[in-house]
């Protein structure tokens, strides 16, 4: 089962806009594909120092697995969301669950 994993950096200035815009598209996707199961997580060690920018993990699985037609949705929805802060590009990590 192939799940997601991306995460980008902002600068301490616009990281509560980002966070918003992330909460933003994951709720469309969360909309668009039912049983997609979503997080969001921000680095905290770096978020106390304002001279640090600031990490944002962001998680996808569904049942069955990430399909290529979702994570280009998933890319699309938050590069679009980011592109709109000027922010920097995320990066994703794909990993498939070991079986047990």
Do not use: C
């Not at 469309?28 to 199961?37: E, F, N, W």
């Not at 993990?57 to 890319?75: K, R, S, V, W």
């Amino acid at each position: 089962m192939r799940s997601l994993f991306i995460y980008w950096k902002v600068a301490p200035p616009i990281a509560m806009r980002a966070r918003e815009a992330a909460r933003s598209w994951q709720a469309g996707l969360r909309a668009a594909h039912p049983g997609l199961r979503i997080g969001l997580y921000e680095r905290t060690d770096a978020a106390a120092r304002a001279e640090v920018d600031v990490t944002f993990m962001e998680t996808y699985a569904i049942e069955g697995g990430i399909e290529d037609a979702l994570q280009a949705a998933i890319d699309s929805a938050g590069s679009a969301g980011l592109q709109a802060l000027g922010a920097p590009r995320r990066h994703v990590e794909v990993f498939d669950a070991v079986a047990d």
